[in-house]
């Protein structure tokens, strides 16, 4: 029998934050940044608010799509709905992919046809909206990085931005794409503003074309790196190595436990699905098998990442099967 349908606003309070704020964030900078856009004709600026429309309309679909990760399994979907959100992220990609063609495309005509300097109040306009633009994103980037090192689980007091850095691959998918996303556009953000600058006190015209395109170049990048995350995350994607090895101590701290035969961890989204066939120490009856396999399921499962444990177990063959070699093997 299915569960009871979880409150729609239980449902909002579980999507990802840091795609909500990046939506919101976005939205704001896209309309700021449009109207200067249009007043001033700046190539850079139009590039700059090209992405942002980009991030906004990705981020609404990136935080639908993480409400509906988080139902709860059905009997029709028993492993539940993790990988719904690497289907969004994949949407967000298509945006991202046109909207970089058509910023591309500008630049280049850009480079080819030099608009005019700007006027004196399209380059006030101009360099008001890409400050305060560039103070959203950079925002909206730290909480994707503080959101990185939470999901991450990171406790050696690193600091975040080497830490987001270092662990962004852990994170779920809606936050690896803010935090790509939201650094592309802070760092276009201020190529904007630098060609902004430069167009309106000299006479190299042309580097707004090549900003233009610098800041379309970028944006492919992104598209490049979240598809392919999110491609490998829906064929499904091995656990990292650091935790393999922190389900492998948890199933080897049990007193009852010998030697791991088997484990396979596949990562769904932010979480994990784990496999194993574990040995147990010989003259145990089958009822206290069972007791310590359920103990064991239990004590992994009480981790937050993990959402499914499925282990079967047999009698110690007297062979260690579990080594710092076999884990290469897995991982490599």
Known sequence: MDPEPEPLLALLKKGNKSSAYAMLGNTAIAILKGVAAALSG?????????????????????????????????RRFPT???????????????????????????GWHLLHHPAAASEAQGFWLNLAALVVSIGLDGFVLFKAMKGIVKEARVEDGANTLFAAFRHVRRAAPPTRLVFYED?????????????????????????????TMIIGLLMVGVAFRVGYDNMV???????????????????????????????????????YHVDGLIELRKGLSLAE???????????LMSDPDITDVSLGIIEDNGITDWTPEKLNELTS
């Open 80 to 106: 539940g709905f993790g990988r719904v959100i690497n289907l969004f992220c994949m949407i967000a990609v298509i945006v991202v992919t046109v909207m970089a063609y058509e910023t591309i495309r500008e």
């Open 289 to 299: 098998a069972d007791d310590i396999k359920f103990r064991v399921q239990h004590k």
């Open 42 to 74: 700046n190539g850079a600026m139009f590039a700059s608010t090209m992405h942002s429309i980009a991030d906004s309309v990705n981020q609404g679909f990136v935080f639908t799509g993480s409400i509906l990760a988080e139902k709860r399994p059905t």
């Open 183 to 211: 650094l592309v556009a802070t760092l276009g953000g201020s190529l904007a503003l630098l060609a902004v600058v430069i167009t309106a006190f000299t006479d190299m015209d042309a580097i707004d074309g090549v900003v």
């Open 233 to 271: 995350g829906l064929i499904g994607v091995a656990a990292p190595r650091d935790v393999e090895e922190k389900v492998a101590m948890l199933i080897l701290s049990d007193r009852d436990v010998t030697d791991i035969n088997e484990l396979r961890i596949t990562q769904e989204g932010r979480y």
